[in-house]
């Protein structure tokens, strides 16, 4: 079993920044190819960024491309998720994932694990 606990959510203003680290227990994650996903009150929860089990191929959706990036730290069983120019339509309920199928345009969490999440609010 993978426990996965999401830290780092908070109040960020328009334009801000934020970290958001994933932190994994009771096995290791290196082999996990890892997502992060995000649920705004009313809408689907969706994909934000995913990274392979080695950390040499990432996917961005069209939507933070070129403001988030994803990262991990196999030796600290961590990954994170650098959020940068924060909109408030960023603002959602952040999610790690453990063990999806990555492809170049995708991450399909089929099995695996989830986290419990962590709130990100932007403020206008």
């Known amino acids: 079993q993978v426990q996965l606990a999401e830290s780092g959510g908070g109040l960020v203003q328009a334009g801000g920044s934020r970290r958001l680290s994933c932190a994994a227990s009771?096995?290791?994650?290196?082999?996990?190819?890892m997502g992060w996903f995000r649920q705004a009150p009313g809408k689907e929860r969706e994909v934000v960024a995913a990274?392979?089990?080695?950390?040499?191929?990432?996917y961005i959706a069209d939507s933070v491309k070129g403001r988030f990036t994803i990262s991990r730290d196999n030796a600290k069983n961590t990954v994170y998720l650098q959020m940068n120019n924060l909109k408030p339509e960023d603002t959602a309920v952040y999610y790690c994932h453990a063990g999806g199928r990555l492809s170049s345009s995708s991450y399909v969490p089929s099995l695996g694990y989830w986290g419990q999440g962590t709130q990100v609010t932007v403020s206008s």
């Open positions: 009771g096995r290791t994650i290196a082999n996990y190819n």
């Open positions: 990274i392979s089990w080695s950390g040499f191929n990432t």
